[in-house]
């Protein structure tokens, strides 16, 4: 009975270890359905709802941030609002009745958006007796001006004159021989004889101004400014002297010989100082250096190369990594400057001085704005790249700027300096 028992027994387990099998056959097919399912559900559908997800709501997203910051820059532009309206400049202005309140803020309105525009500098040297009248609040010929109000038209002068066809209406009507005498005249406000002397610069970039300039001393004018005090001190008045001096003892003889005697002396001093200087084979990488500042990109391309030396014996990595370090970081540094600040900077205030109406403001603020999103895959690509760009510019800034410390270049003077000049002068008096 036990045999018979245990015959009976086994086919039982057999079925039961049979059908546990096949169950787990069964549903380990029907995961294995459910994940093709899902897969090709995935393949049908899914992607297009995640690339939008993923792009198209943050692309749209940032199209609507950027309609919003062209908007609010393009209907807040100062240069654009005074071209528009500029009779209502015009007027206070050229009023001798004009209170004082007024004629301050309609000047400080103008300074501000003269160096925005290419055509309101433009504007302005056209309307008939502006920069005329703008010399004379200047130069202090306006008693109902403050001193405030003689800055800004100071101001107002030097940006008329940093446009090459302003500059030539004011050097046919004759201006210029204005400001020749206001940048030499030892009493004038240093403020005034630094701006003056800024705007003679301008006008000595122009072919024509230079006989014109030459005929009435500007040589000797800029140089008695850059000898009254190191507060009026300016490199770019010191490059435009060599040049100047130079175009004009290329002039004629008969031209020169007209000149005073202490002008000629000094033409033949600046213009020798030029001439050595050019014989030198860097002088024209040296003039690029000052002038454009790619100073600034050689400081930021050393110090990625110190940061990455730094970080790589810091971290102790083979000679490998460290000259991988170095090149990349240094790369980085150098060219991240020259796309932003050399190109995207430049591009930007060149095309904004040459956009005139509230549409092409937007325009222009609109395609800035929106080129920034891709920006950020940039800097990620930047980030793999040189991860150690960020502290490579650090110290190329600081290099940077402790040298323009040390040279007392013009980009670290303020005119506060003038007004703490004017006051020890004062002081003294």
């Not at 393949?43 to 997800?53: K, L, R, T």
């Not at 393009?74 to 004629?103: C, K, M, N, Y």
Request: glycine fraction near 6%; charged fraction near 20%; charge should be positive.
């Amino acid at each position: 009975m036990l045999c018979r028992s245990r015959r009976l027994r086994l086919p039982t387990a057999c079925r039961r270890l049979a059908t546990r099998t096949c169950a787990r056959r069964l549903s380990s097919g029907a995961a294995a359905r459910h994940g093709v399912q899902a897969a090709e559900a995935a393949a049908g559908g899914e992607p297009s709802a995640g690339v939008m997800q993923r792009h198209g709501i943050p692309i749209a997203m940032w199209t609507a941030v950027s309609l919003n910051v062209a908007a609010f820059f393009s209907q807040g532009d100062e240069g654009v609002q005074i071209l528009f309206h500029l009779e209502e400049f015009e007027a206070p202005l050229l009023s001798p009745d004009t209170p004082q309140e007024r004629l301050t803020e309609r000047l400080e309105r103008v300074a501000r958006g003269a160096p925005l525009n290419d055509s309101l500098k433009l504007a302005l040297a056209q309307s008939a007796g502006l920069s005329g009248r703008l010399i004379d609040i200047a130069l202090g010929a306006e008693p109902n001006a403050s001193q405030t109000a003689r800055n800004h038209a100071a101001k107002v002068v030097e940006y008329i004159c940093a446009s090459p066809p302003a500059a030539l209406l004011l050097l046919e009507r004759g201006e210029h021989a204005r400001l020749v005498r206001a940048v030499a005249d030892p009493d004038a406000a240093l403020y005034l004889r630094k701006t003056f002397a800024a705007a003679l610069c301008s006008m000595a970039a122009l072919p024509e101004a230079v006989p014109l300039l030459a005929a009435e001393g500007a040589v000797g004018a800029l140089h008695a400014a850059q000898a009254s005090s190191q507060a009026v001190r300016r490199k770019k008045v010191e490059v435009a002297l060599g040049r100047l001096a130079a175009a004009i003892a290329a002039r004629p003889p008969a031209e020169l010989a007209r000149l005073p005697a202490a002008e000629r002396a000094l033409v033949a001093e600046y213009a020798a100082a030029e001439a050595e200087a050019r014989a030198q084979p860097l002088h024209a990488a040296r003039s690029s250096l000052i002038e454009s500042g790619v100073l600034l990109y050689l400081h930021t391309a050393g110090g990625g190369a110190a940061w990455g030396l730094f970080e790589s014996v810091r971290q102790r990595l083979d000679r490998a990594a460290l000259v991988q370090n170095v090149a990349r970081t240094s790369l980085v540094t150098c060219f991240v400057p020259i796309l932003l600040v050399g190109g995207v900077v430049t591009a930007y205030n060149k095309w904004n001085k040459a956009t005139d109406t509230v549409e092409e403001k937007f325009r222009l603020y609109f395609a800035l704005a929106l080129a920034l999103y891709p920006s950020g895959r940039l800097l990620q690509w930047v980030e793999t790249f040189a991860p150690l760009w960020l502290g490579g510019h650090i110290v190329g800034f600081a290099s940077f700027f402790t040298w323009t410390l040390y040279t007392e270049s013009d980009l670290m003077r303020s005119d506060r300096e003038l007004e703490q000049a004017r006051g020890a002068a004062r002081q003294a008096a």
